[in-house]
């Protein structure tokens, strides 16, 4: 008897079954996500990115940030990531999926040689830093092994008596007549990098202190259809009430 | 189907019934479609590991190559990748396959031309993927990095060579279905399946949010487990009985393994603590931990079948890299078992274990396996022998790379996920950094071994090639200044 065509089928259902329910089942649940909307500040969370920042990502993606960084919070109890300060919800809470809404690619990231950076932009919303960091990271966290981003740079030389521009960076063994300006994968870079941030209260990670109490004046559906309680930390997406 | 196990199709194969079709002939049709793949398997594999050690270089010294903007560290890493996983494994993957699928089914290797095709195909689709990938196009997601102008020229040069492996497995004379050939047909029909969803879904039409990630990560796992699974385990069990000459002790636990990893080791590989839905990643560790039953059924039936023959272990090096690749299975995937627990995978998470463990399996399992059935096929193509000494070289080279970077990064990854996880010794977070640096160093000498031994693997195929041509040119002539003589 012929079993080719036999372990054929059966294997195809057999693994059908992990695309079933890691790919369909997820994406059904998954594609309702809506924006929600702060009640504290009636904005939407999260907000579509503007155009620069946008632009950053495509940097950080092409040059392989995510593999050394992580852009994701574990949840309290699992790893001492909130310990750390990378928490954004006052430092008290884990990331969730609707964080991720706009992320393009969502690059979680699979290793910390360096640290978190979901909430970089709350914990070092310093331009100039940033753009010194990538410039040079020895320069201004030594022993660091990060790679320099000296190619994201330009060296530009002074005409004679001119003054360095205004964007130019503060770093040493510039020789002199030269100045050392970012080029704009650098601006958008550093543009992306002040906009990562996960700070909103949300349904799914009610604030840690009198819960309820807060979780209902700060977080209350939009809508109000919603007759789900909130729920503890680490729960799915489908508890979010989209917005109007 | 009879009940006798079809196992004994390896040990009559020397030709008791005289079949139609003899070796000698299924080797000459299998011949140049076979040693292209596995030719460029080896030289992706130098590439991939000169990649690697400019990567690795990087944690000795961060300044070296930074003004380049190719080489930086997010470009060669995923570049040298792709290079081991594309380039490497699933070409030799694909070239011990079809040498597989035609000698069991005792048929010729049907359409080598398409073959051929669909090999040079793939060489360019992973040249202009690599130069992609350094040239800053990835597409970000990890295993997936090889921008749309590469994948879809990759997708048809599958899809060609797994015609043939099919159309071959379809003609074959023999009908029983062994084993390897179960394994082999559900890997060729799988990798288009999850290649496809997954460049779909990832890169041309992207889905949104958290979903990109779980398709990746069910992407890599199922490429892991199921694909270099299956065409690892297919040449295990088809070389180890030939070598030592014994069937294979059980074809039904064979069968069971098959299922087993079917249906349970396609849902691993999401970690804990993701930001999804809970249900995800519980249920992806349910998987992961029930692995363990097909791993457990693969040490038992290799350790049978070996049972009372293990000299012959040091009269073959075929056999070698075979049964450390068949022992790095066993253990890898104890080790992944382990991962699955919450308290492991919370100190083991974002660290440099799992890139530690995942080589283990790609390289320790997969690539070895490869290199002991490459070394046995070759020179049966060629009817000519490899330097043996250059053989036990490649050997002991790998052998030891791959036990440095192994056990250098996993202690390593545990170091750090400890010391990270420990914010109150060290708050600063260069000293978890730093701890790590000491291991991570370690590793390139691994690396290093690692890259030397894939030049001696180069060298032995490239030699016994350069030998067998002159050899037939040599033939060629004196015919020709016979028979000028004659004239």
Redesign the interface.
Known sequence: ????PL??L???F??A???L???LV??L???R?QPVEIDATGQLYPSDPSGIAKQGEEVY????????H?Q?V??KG???DV??GWGGRGGKV????Q?????????????????DLTNIGLRKPDAAWQLKHLYD??SV?P?????????LFEKRKLKLGQKPSEEALQVANVPAGYEIVPKEEAKTLVAYLMNLHSDAILFETPPPTNAVAAASSTNAPAAGGSTNNPPAA?????TNVPAK | MSATPSTQIISIDRGNEAPAVTSVQIDASCRAPVLLLFISAAAWLLIGSLLGIIASLKFHSPNILASCPLLTYGRVHPAAWNALIYGFAIQAGLGVGLWVLSHLGRAKLAMAPLIVIGAILWNLGMTIGTYGILYGDSTGFEWLEMPRYASGILFFAYLAIGLAAIVTLHLRRERELYISQWLLLAAIFWLPWIYSTAQLLLVFKPVRGVMQAIIDWWYINNLTTIWLGFTGLAATFYFIPKIINRPLYSHYIGIFIFWTLAIFGSWGGIPTGSPLPTWIPALSSVGAALTIVPVLAVAFNVHKTFVGNYSKLSSSMPLKFIAFGALAYVLSGLVGVLASIVQVSEVINFTWFTPAQTQFVVYGFFAMTMFGAIYYIVPRLLQADISSAGVRWHFWLALIGVLIYVVSLGVGGVEQGTVLNNPKATADFMGVTNSTLPFLRASTTGDLFIALGHLVFLLNLVGVLVRVSRASFSTAMVANRRAEVRA
Not at chain 1, 61 to 68: F, K, L, T
Not at chain 1, 94 to 97: G, N
Request: hydrophobic share 30%; glycine share 10%; net charge positive.
């Open positions: 008897m012929n079993l080719g372990v054929f059966g294997t195809f057999a693994l079954t992990s695309w329910g890691f790919v997820p994406q649940q998954l594609c996500q993606r092409a040059n392989g940030c995510y593999y050394c992580s994701q574990r949840p699992f790893g001492s310990e750390r884990q990331s969730v999926a964080d991720y809404l706009y992320a393009r690619p969502v690059m979680f990231g699979s290793q910390r040689i360096g640290p990271p020895q966290t022993k660091s092994v990060m790679p320099p981003y000296r190619y680490t729960n799915g997406p489908s």
